[in-house]
């Protein structure tokens, strides 16, 4: 199921004699969601037919455990007076953490306890 995005992402398709850059916004959708063998991620902007347009992204586990792992490793040089996008990072790589932590039987799909999408709670200790 899409939701709509809250932010913005820029998606750049680069092939020798062509390239493709689409920006997706408010007016987009998204959806991300696990599968039997890695992340699915699509980027779709709905409307008439000259106009509508999406990405879908398909990552191994492997590979996106690496991108995580390299993600982390830059922190270090992200602005720590950034604290909404440090929180709201935080905030979601924790409830990743936490729902990879639970058995499959008992993950319903919403936030663990304690974790709220946009706003920190600093008394939940760190994954």
């Known amino acids: 199921m899409t939701k709509p995005i809250s932010d913005k992402a820029e998606v750049a ?3 020798p004699d062509k390239l493709y850059i689409g920006t997706f916004a408010h007016t987009a959708r998204f959806d991300a969601h696990l599968d039997q063998t890695g992340i699915s ?5 709905p409307g008439p037919e000259d106009q509508r347009k999406s990405v879908r992204m398909h990552f191994h586990y492997a590979l996106f455990a690496e991108i995580l792992s390299d993600l982390a490793k830059t922190v270090a040089a ?3 007076e950034d604290i909404l996008h440090r929180d709201t990072l935080r905030d979601s790589a924790k409830a990743l953490y936490l729902a990879l932590a639970t058995p499959a039987n008992e993950v319903s799909g919403r936030a663990p306890v304690g974790i709220s999408h946009g706003t920190s709670d600093r008394r939940a200790s760190s994954p």
């Open 13 to 15: 398709v680069e092939y």
């Open 41 to 45: 991620l699509t980027l779709e902007l």
């Open 78 to 80: 992200f602005p720590s």
